[in-house]
């Protein structure tokens, strides 16, 4: 992923394609947005979410409608990501596929190395990156707004620790897989004096502020 893994199960993704037969009906028109579902679904893995272990089954819908539809998807193409219904009744929005699958990820990796999720605007960004330049500490800079892949894995880490109320800012930081949070808590880490942040005053995004 874009923070070094150590890779869990694979994410499954399932589609339900218009195709196949059950008692006296088969279909026989081909679904054009079946067919592009799929190319999307390849294309997205192949660059977007390159080197995320997936499993991926394409089932004939009218063979197997009622499995699906027990998860709320009962027209094709349905797109399931890990038993959840993802998309239905059309093309498939490679976005969405992307946070879906980065989420369910995410969930069962953990991260290892150095990371620094930031923006290029942001000034308490530069700061950690200097931090850790000025230590000596060799580590991956991702950028969320030019990347939407590291976006989406900085939101699946995050959330879980912070509380999904509490708003995300930047930097967010890993030490050798350890979650650090922004720039003053990689100071404090770093036993350097810290420079107050009046946009986050006590710093919610620390796990252990009040």
């Not at 006296?24 to 893995?45: M, N, Q, S, Y």
Request: overall charge positive; glycine content about 10%; some cysteine.
């Amino acid at each position: 992923m874009g923070a070094q893994t150590r890779q869990g199960k694979p994410v499954s993704i399932v589609v339900y394609r218009w195709a196949g037969e059950w008692g006296p009906f088969k279909v026989k028109i081909p679904c054009g947005e079946c067919a592009l579902t799929r190319d999307v679904i390849a294309d997205t893995l192949q660059h977007e979410l390159a080197g995320i272990a997936v499993e991926l089954e394409v089932r004939d819908w009218l063979s197997q409608w009622w499995k699906p539809l027990a998860r709320g998807g009962w027209h094709a193409p349905i797109v399931m990501v890990d038993g959840k219904l993802l998309s239905q009744g059309r093309a498939l929005n490679r976005g969405l596929l992307t946070q879906a699958v980065i989420d369910a990820a995410s969930a069962t990796t953990a991260v290892i190395g150095n990371h620094v999720f930031g923006k290029a605007t942001c000034p308490h960004c530069k700061r950690a990156r200097q931090y850790l330049d000025d230590a000596g500490i060799a580590y991956s800079y991702h950028d969320v707004v030019r990347e939407p892949r590291a976006l989406y894995e900085m939101l699946a880490r995050v959330k879980p620790i912070i509380g999904a109320k509490t708003p995300v800012t930047v930097p967010q930081v890993w030490l050798d897989g350890t979650y650090i949070g922004g720039a003053d808590q990689l100071s404090a880490r770093l036993q350097r004096s810290v420079e107050p942040n009046p946009e986050r005053g006590r710093n919610a995004l620390s796990p252990a502020a009040g």
